[in-house]
């Protein structure tokens, strides 16, 4: 499914501006620690997270990841926003819980 | 093909958060530029900002070296920082000094180090107590992991 769809069926805008929403999102990893997603998330896949500062831009970009959601309503810092606009990584942030994102994510993907 | 060998430099500053991920980003795309298979990138990637990480969480100032031949991706971080007093005990998985605010930004699982060693075929680490610590990462290159580059 295209990240555009994602952002549509959850209700939620992307932030960044020029990013490609017609990236095929191809799965999804969860997790707070960025070693973690590291080692284990696969390109491709969209990563849910609570963490908000420029790291995860980092992690996303050299794992290849679809993009980035930010669960609680909590958004991105200044600098987080600045390097998505300048490494293309989409991020958006979402008014649901981790577990209420990861859940209609699980369904849409049809894992 | 790759000619000879290709190799360069980064420094890494320890505490500088905010360019995290600069000098493994950059060796990423020397890499994929050279036409290496996609698979070597992306432990290439995880073994290099995973040891780029360890000097901006725990020591003062670093250098990586790559050196890239068609044999093989060297890689050598060195730092200048309080070096590691118990190696054995730093590779054990969810082993971390790190401090709490850097535990909240999702660092200091404990994870890098054994991340780094899965990831490459060659893995030495060695460290002096209050004076710094070389690690160096070797992955080996098979001819098939060579494509032409465009
Ligand atoms: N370059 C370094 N200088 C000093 N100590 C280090 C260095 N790299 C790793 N260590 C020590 O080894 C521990 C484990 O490292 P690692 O597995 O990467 O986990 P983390 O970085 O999440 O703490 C660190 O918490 C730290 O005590
Ligand atoms: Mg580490």
Known sequence: ???SEIADRLGIKIKTKDCDTAREVKGCYISDLLSDVMANAKEGDIWITLQTHPNIVAVASLKNLSGIIITNNRTPENDTMKKAEDEHIAIASSPLSTFETGGLLYKMLGC | MIKGVIE????????DFTNAG???????SILTGLGISSDIVRRAA???FEAEMN???HAVAGVMHYYVSSERIRVVINDMGAGIPDIEQAMQEGFSTAPDWV??????AGMGLPNIKKNSDVFRLESAVGEGTTLEIILNLREEDLHEAE
């Not at chain 2, 600069?22 to 990423?28: H, L, Q, Y």
């Open chain 2, 55 to 57: 000097v901006i969480i």
């Open chain 2, 103 to 108: 535990r909240e930004m999702g660092w200091g």
């Open chain 2, 8 to 15: 360069g430099s980064f420094h890494i500053t320890g505490g």
């Open chain 2, 46 to 48: 995880i073994a290099t």
């Open chain 2, 22 to 28: 600069i000098a493994s980003s950059e060796v990423k």
């Open chain 1, 1 to 3: 499914m295209k990240l």
